[in-house]
C-alpha cells in the first residue's frame, strides 16, 4: 500500500450523520484522487484533485465533499445527501508529469457501513 | 467515450497452469493501459502499464500483458498460477478527458487458482 495511509479501516454511520475519512501520503505526489467501489462495479471516481487548494468532481460527487488544503492530505466527507453510503473508500495518489503517464499508488482503503 | 471491459468475471485455474486475464480497450487515439491487483479488504497493487513499445510488458510478481492494437486487447498473463495469484484483477485505461492522471477502471475480474 505505498505511503499512503487511510483511517479508520471500518466506519459505522448513522442515517443522516455526515463523516470524514483520512487519507495521507507522503510519497510527495501532487495528484490524489478517491474512489467508490461496490461488489461488481469496478472503481467509480469520486472527486480528484491535482494541486493543492483545487480539486474536480468525478464520475459521482453527488453527497460527496473534499478538501486539499495540504499537499500531503486529501480528506472525503461523506454527508447525509449520499443516499446510498456503504461501501469500500479507496485513495489513491500519482504524480503529475507533463507528458508522462503514471500509475496510481491506492491506500488501504476505509470500509463505511450505515447503519 | 473511452472505455474498458473485463468480460469475464471469475476465470479459474489450476495451480501450475498458465492463467490469461482479459481486457479489451476503446479509446480515441494512443491507449496507456494498467493493470492492478486487488486482494480482500485491500487497496490496489500496482502490476504493469503500456505506454508505446514493446507489445509485450513484463511487470511485478512473473505477470506480463500483451498489448494487441488490432485486437484493442490488453490481457494479463502468467505462464503458471500460484494460489497466492487468487484476487481481484482490474484493467485500467488512461481518461484522456479528464485530468492527465484520471484512470478509467473495468469492473474486475476475480481469479482462483486452485492447487
Known amino acids: 500500500d505505498g505511503g499512503i495511509t487511510q483511517s479508520p479501516k471500518y466506519l459505522f454511520r448513522k442515517e443522516g450523520q455526515n463523516v470524514t475519512l483520512s487519507c495521507e501520503q507522503n510519497?510527495?505526489?501532487?495528484?490524489m484522487y478517491w474512489y467508490r467501489q461496490d461488489p461488481g462495479q469496478g472503481l467509480r471516481l469520486i472527486y480528484y484533485s491535482q494541486i493543492v487548494n483545487d480539486f474536480q468532481k468525478g464520475d459521482i460527487a453527488e453527497g460527496y465533499s473534499v478538501s486539499r488544503e495540504k499537499k500531503e492530505s486529501f480528506p472525503l466527507t461523506v454527508t447525509s445527501a449520499q443516499k446510498n453510503p456503504t461501501a469500500f473508500y479507496l485513495c489513491?495518489?500519482?504524480?503529475?508529469?507533463?507528458?508522462?503517464?503514471?500509475?496510481?499508488?491506492f491506500g488501504p482503503g476505509t470500509r463505511l457501513t450505515v447503519l | 467515450a473511452q472505455s474498458v471491459a473485463q468480460p469475464e468475471d471469475q476465470v479459474n485455474v489450476a495451480e501450475g497452469n498458465p492463467l490469461t486475464v482479459k481486457c479489451t480497450y476503446s479509446?480515441?487515439?494512443?491507449?496507456?493501459l494498467f493493470w492492478y491487483v486487488q486482494y480482500p479488504n485491500r487497496g490496489l497493487q500496482f502490476l504493469l502499464k503500456?505506454?508505446?513499445?514493446?507489445?509485450l510488458v513484463k511487470g511485478s510478481y512473473g505477470f506480463e500483458a500483451e498489448f494487441n492494437k488490432s485486437q484493442t486487447s490488453f490481457h494479463l498473463k502468467k505462464p503458471s498460477a500460484l494460489v497466492s495469484d487468487s484476487a481481484l484483477y482490474f484493467c485500467?485505461?488512461?481518461?484522456?478527458?479528464?485530468?492527465?492522471?484520471?484512470?478509467?477502471f473495468g469492473k474486475g475480474t476475480k481469479l482462483s487458482v486452485k492447487p
Open positions: 485500467a485505461v488512461r481518461d484522456i478527458g479528464g485530468s492527465q492522471g484520471n484512470l478509467i
Open positions: 503500456y505506454i508505446t513499445g514493446d507489445n
Open positions: 510519497l510527495n505526489h501532487d495528484a
Open positions: 479509446v480515441s487515439g494512443n491507449p496507456y
Open positions: 489513491a495518489s500519482s504524480i503529475v508529469a507533463a507528458g508522462g503517464v503514471n500509475e496510481q499508488f
